[in-house]
């Protein structure tokens, strides 16, 4: 569970510096960033709006839940 939350931290993290405009040259900021792509790859465009905030929302935000909840269901079954 512990590795779920960290992925699912790491891309909301990312959501909440794209809402609040973290500069993006910062390395930490570009870190998590990089970092975020990875993990939400799969998801990568999977909505279009023309919204920046609620692009990011949504297709950094879906594949957080799914981490979450699919890690979350995997650990009480192996409990």
């Known amino acids: 569970m512990i590795v ?3 992925v699912a931290g ?24 990089n970092a975020a792509d990875w993990l939400a790859a799969w998801a990568h465009d999977l909505f279009t709006p023309s919204e920046g905030w609620l692009r990011t ?10 981490y979450l ?6 650990a009480s079954r192996i409990r």
Request: glycine share 4%.
């Open 4 to 6: 779920t939350d960290v």
């Open 10 to 33: 790491i891309l909301v993290l990312w959501i909440v510096l794209y809402v609040l405009k973290a500069n993006p040259s910062n390395d930490m900021a570009h870190w998590i960033h």
């Open 57 to 66: 929302l949504l297709n950094y935000g879906i594949p957080a839940v799914a």
């Open 69 to 74: 909840l699919i890690g979350h269901t995997l």
